[in-house]
């Protein structure tokens, strides 16, 4: 069985046993604590085994696969969690932007206000950012055919006569 899918596994298993909100409450703080090195350093760059890198991290290898599967969507080059094995070299070549996107984007207050982010984005820029979030919500409704159009298929009918039916 792979890491990951033992990751998944023992969440499954976890939630069912304590629920959701116990979940995140653990896995948060190792989240937070894990972005806050991160984030700290953040013109280092991160590799290492994968084993070598949980240890640095002060977390277990489960919790650590949690955190990869969590930043993989925010990397340069993402990585197949799949084959993730913990002898398995990782480098991770974080995409900043697209990091506090994210975080924006799953509303993970406890992560996108995290200090460390000033030292890396000024506030205009992640206002910028947050403006992108919003604006990737807005659905735009396409424009409604009406009934006595010509169809859009080029028939040269009206559309209640073609694909309208």
């Given amino acids: ?54 240890s640095s991290f002060d977390i277990e290898n489960l919790f650590f696969m949690g955190f990869l599967d969590g930043i993989n969507d925010s990397l340069v080059s993402p990585i197949n969690m799949e084959e993730v094995e913990e002898d398995t070299f990782i480098s991770l070549s974080i995409d900043y932007d697209k990091l506090y996107f994210n975080m924006l984007d799953a509303k993970a207050e406890y992560l996108y206000e995290l200090p460390q982010w000033d030292g890396i984005f000024s506030m205009e820029k992640r206002k910028e950012i947050l403006l992108k979030v919003r604006e990737s919500k807005i659905v735009i409704a396409p424009d409604k055919i009406g009934r006595n159009e010509p169809c859009p298929c080029g028939s040269g009918k009206k559309y209640k006569k073609c694909c309208g039916k």
């Fill in 1 to 54: 069985m792979s890491l990951h899918s033992s990751w998944t596994d023992m969440v499954i298993e976890y939630v069912k046993k304590n629920g959701d909100s116990a979940f995140w409450k653990e896995y948060g703080a190792i989240e937070k604590s894990i972005y806050t090195k991160i984030l700290s350093n953040h013109t280092k760059v991160i590799e290492g085994t994968f084993s070598e890198l949980a």
